[in-house]
């Protein structure tokens, strides 16, 4: 009988994952790490905020560090004889190699001089095995025909999120580099000929009040129903997108998207809003409807009308939005109507919490403002007098009052039927714009025109505009000279009843 060749079976490697492929991973550097940590006094401070006992591929190597990392919590001394010690105690010496792999660790490294570097890179892989395992996962998931696509999509968008918010931190950075950078950017705005450091809202009173939106800002404007929140910044994204060329994303959570770009077009051509629903228009009105929308197409406007639209699918939009088109500046209309974590299973108060909290985590992350729409509770109505709202009207959530850097109030007196105020002047068409909180600012009040057959707000010519304290106490008041038209230059001395230098402007 012939000889038959017989082919050798084939051991797996028990490091491979079922396609063949070794997890990431750097044994090498992992050991360099422990053995530098325990070479060096305080060594282990480079890397707490980098590696997790999980960063480590080799489950000896993770109880290792965490042994080591108990100890710096413990504010105990960290050398090769604490960590037998605490090894033997905890009866896992044996386990991880016994007191003569751990002698080993520190014979491989001469001192700790890139222990950092090699942390990070133990970081790199730990992360891409994590990717591996989310993937994986999700894949599962996604051929699993009970499971619905809006939950996969949920879950894949929050444990991709976790694993980016739980790894990928910011370094904490000296002093002297964000001077340097906060005096660039005092020379850059100084060059400005508006005299604005953010993102202007084309409304000449509130921009000297804010300087603009400042990056990072969550700014809060809030007004209890027909008060013209969303026409406010409705007409606040069209001057940032048609007269300073700023691209602008907008989330419409309450209106359809055509309904806003409706609204947008009847503000720009001020043609009636019966004869463009029915599209009643004559010759000359379809010429000055084409001409006058010519502007708006070309705007840098993005809406977005996702009804209910989840924190984890905004956000990551919003990140979307920035990389693509550089967006800077992103408006919400309304915050009450966003959902928080599916897991979340608390109170509305405690969603409309996180969901607060998470958007100003975008801002930051994104380095633009946000701009949220906000309910206001009906204790506005029960109140006797001018019915001017107050930060504890706020809706459902105490946290937005905490997280927001600025926090708008709309107020029409004239909707409460007040046509005067006490001085006897006109209030009819009039909207009173209070900053109820500025955390880098001044607070105030001051007026624009707000044009109810147009739904659109515009800066108004004269009006009286107040400066407040923390307090709430007028310390100025001051009839504006503004023209139609509007100026862009900051609160003067001259504005502000002041002739001297900082020891007697208002403290702000």
């Known amino acids: 009988m012939a000889n038959k060749k017989i082919t050798p079976v084939k051991k797996s490697n028990p490091l491979t994952l079922d396609y063949g492929k070794i997890p990431p991973q750097a044994l090498d550097l992992e050991e360099a790490v422990l053995g530098a940590i325990m070479l060096e006094k305080d060594a282990i401070l480079s890397v707490l905020d980098i590696l997790i006992p999980d960063s480590f591929y080799k489950e000896a190597h993770q109880k290792i560090y965490e042994v080591a990392y108990d100890l710096s919590h413990q504010e105990k001394p960290i050398d090769l004889l604490t960590i037998i010690e605490e090894l033997r105690k905890r009866g896992t010496l044996d386990e991880v190699g016994g007191a003569s792999y751990i002698t080993q660790l520190t014979s491989r490294i001469g001192s700790a001089a890139h222990l950092e570097y090699h942390a990070r890179i133990v970081a790199q892989k730990f992360i891409q095995r994590e990717l591996i395992k989310v993937s994986s996962e999700i894949q599962q998931k996604a051929f699993d025909e009970s499971i619905d696509v809006d939950d996969l999509l949920d879950f894949s968008e929050r444990e991709l999120l976790n694993i980016s918010e739980g790894h990928i931190k910011k370094e904490t950075v000296k002093i002297n580099r964000l001077i340097a950078e906060a005096i660039h950017q005092i020379e850059e705005a100084g060059k400005r000929e508006d005299n604005l450091s ?116 905004f956000r990551a939009k919003c990140r979307r939005l920035k990389q693509k088109y550089d967006i800077q500046a992103v408006v919400i209309d309304y915050l009450q109507l966003m959902t928080g974590p599916r897991e979340n299973t608390g109170s509305r108060e405690q969603e409309v919490s996180n969901i607060s909290r998470s958007l100003k985590s975008v801002a930051k992350e994104l380095d633009i403002p946000i701009i949220a729409l906000s309910q206001l509770n009906r204790s506005v109505e029960m109140r006797s007098g001018n019915k001017r709202p107050q930060l504890s009207d706020l809706r459902e959530s105490g946290a937005i009052e905490q997280d927001a850097d600025l926090v708008i109030f709309i107020h029409r007196p004239e909707y409460y039927g007040l046509d005067t105020d006490e001085e006897g002047n006109s209030l009819k068409g009039i909207a009173e714009i209070i900053l109820a909180k500025h955390r880098n600012g001044p607070v105030g009040e001051l007026q624009l025109k707000f044009i109810r057959e147009y739904a659109k707000f515009i800066d108004m010519e004269g009006g009286i505009d107040y400066i407040q304290d923390e307090n709430g106490n007028s310390l100025v008041k001051f009839q504006s000279r503004l023209n139609a038209e509007g100026d862009s230059g900051k609160l003067s001395n001259e504005d502000l009843g002041l002739s001297g230098g900082f020891d007697e402007a208002p403290p702000f």
């Open 198 to 313: 953010g993102v202007p809202s084309g409304f000449t009173r509130l921009d000297r009040l804010t300087s603009g939106w400042q990056k990072s800002d969550l700014i809060i404007i809030a007004a209890r129903p027909s008060m013209g929140k969303t026409a406010l910044v409705l007409s606040m994204a069209r001057n940032i997108a048609v007269d300073h060329k700023r691209p602008i994303a907008f989330f419409s959570l309450e209106m359809s998207s055509i309904q806003l770009v409706n609204r947008l077009i009847i503000g720009e051509t001020q043609l009636p809003s019966d004869k463009l629903r029915n599209g009643r228009l004559q010759n000359y009105e379809w010429e000055q409807l084409e001409y006058k929308i010519k502007d708006l197409e070309q705007a840098p406007i993005y809406i977005d009308d996702t009804p209910a639209i989840s924190i984890f699918e």
